[in-house]
Every structure is written in structure tokens, then in C-alpha cells.
């Protein structure tokens, strides 16, 4: 079992609708969580943190469950140029080595 | 402040045939790290340096190897090139506190 798990999708979606990733990780004593964003044949981006009560920056929103291992991810309101990857990212101690997801690919049609 | 660099961006290399590849950071980043990203196996760590001096090995070392010349910059080095070691290079470099990395835009490299 990968570390780190994401539905690769693609997932399909009109401008304007709501859509949603999960994510699920095997090491309960992974400790922080990120999102990230590759555009195609680019290099990965900081997208946000996940904080274990939720966060969000502007469309998009974070939330943690640390019982069932699980991070999503919300995007309202998509936009064309939301169209990328977005990688699942968990750092299982405190420190140095970042673990990633496969990735889950979204495209946002007009 | 160029972030993270990386040469060369592409590369063709024939079975056997070494050559280095180079990354830089001008942002005073105490770790730095070098990826490899294929097709439906996500970005996984080769090796990393947490400060000047140190590297270790990350998941996937077989076959490379790194010198972390100065604070600046981390080299990946293949001696002997295979063709399973296709793919794109990535070298990434955070600050002694922060999680966050910092990456390069990749080194695209094809073995023959």
C-alpha cells in the first residue's frame, strides 16, 4: 500500500461548480499535511497547509481527519486556470522528508 | 532572487554515460532535496541534504549520487546511466524551520 493515496482522476468539471479531492495516508503518526499544485510540465507549488481544524484560503478549503486518516481538499467556484494537478503531501516527522501523493489531476471546462 | 535553478533542463543520454546534474538556491536554504518524477509513481526523495556537509539517502538512491558543494547548491550525479533512469529531475530546498520546499522547474532526462 502506497504511503500516500489520491484518486488520479481526471476529474472532469464545468466552470463555477464545486469540487473535491480526498486524500488518505497510511502513517498515523504523520504529523503535517500539505496540498501542492503542478501545472503540466512544471514544477510543484505550495497550494496551502492543512491545520487540524480546517482552513481556507479564499476557494479553496483544507480539512484534516486524523481518525480516519484522510485530507481533502474543496476548490468553489472553479476557474479554467484551476485546471492543473493537485499532489497530496504528508511530512510523517517532524523535520526533513516529505512524502507525495501520485497526484490527482482536475480540469475545469468552459 | 532566481528561487531554485536547475541545468541542464533537457538531457539525452546513452546507456552508460555518466554527467551531473546541477541545482542552486539563492534564498540562504539550509535543505535541500532531489526528486524524481515518473508517471503514476508521484515525485519520490533520491536523497536530501539537511544542512552543509550532510546528505542521506531517500527512498530511490540506487544508482545516483549527490555532493552538497556549499550551502548554494546540491548536485545529482548518475555514473552510469540506465534507461529506468528516465525521467524528470527535480531538486527542491527549504529553510531550517519551515516544512515548505521550494522546487526547481526540473530536469527533463531521457536515457537510451
Known amino acids: 500500500r502506497k504511503e500516500v493515496e489520491q484518486d488520479p482522476g481526471p476529474f472532469n468539471v464545468p466552470e463555477g461548480a464545486t469540487v473535491a479531492f480526498n486524500c488518505t495516508y497510511s502513517?498515523?503518526?504523520?504529523?503535517?499535511f500539505f496540498w501542492y499544485r503542478q501545472d503540466c510540465r512544471k514544477e510543484p507549488k505550495l497550494l496551502m497547509s492543512?491545520?487540524?481544524s480546517g482552513n481556507e484560503d479564499g476557494r479553496f478549503t483544507a480539512q484534516l481527519n486524523r481518525a480516519s486518516q484522510y485530507i481533502s481538499l474543496l476548490i468553489r467556484d472553479s476557474k479554467l486556470s484551476d485546471s492543473a494537478t493537485y499532489l497530496c503531501?504528508?511530512?510523517?516527522?517532524?523535520?526533513?522528508?516529505?512524502?507525495f501523493g501520485g497526484g490527482t489531476r482536475l480540469m475545469v471546462k468552459p | 532572487n532566481a528561487g531554485v535553478t536547475q541545468t541542464p533542463k533537457f538531457q539525452v543520454l546513452k546507456t552508460g554515460q555518466s554527467m551531473t546534474l546541477q541545482c542552486a538556491q539563492d534564498?540562504?536554504?539550509?535543505?535541500m532535496y532531489w526528486y524524481r518524477q515518473d508517471p503514476g509513481m508521484g515525485l519520490r526523495l533520491i536523497y536530501y541534504?539537511?544542512?552543509?556537509?550532510?546528505?542521506d539517502k531517500g527512498e530511490v538512491p540506487n544508482g545516483y549520487n549527490v555532493s552538497r558543494l556549499n550551502k548554494r547548491e546540491f548536485s545529482l550525479r548518475l555514473e552510469s546511466a540506465a534507461p529506468s533512469q528516465t525521467s524528470v529531475y527535480f531538486c527542491?530546498?527549504?529553510?531550517?524551520?519551515?516544512?515548505?520546499?521550494?522546487f526547481g522547474p526540473g530536469t527533463r532526462l531521457l536515457v537510451l
Open positions: 527542491a530546498s527549504k529553510p531550517g524551520a519551515e516544512e515548505t520546499q521550494y
Open positions: 502513517n498515523s503518526a504523520s504529523q503535517s
Open positions: 492543512v491545520y487540524s
Open positions: 503531501v504528508v511530512n510523517r516527522n517532524a523535520g526533513n522528508m516529505l512524502t
Open positions: 534564498m540562504n536554504h539550509n535543505s
Open positions: 541534504s539537511a544542512s552543509e556537509g550532510t546528505t
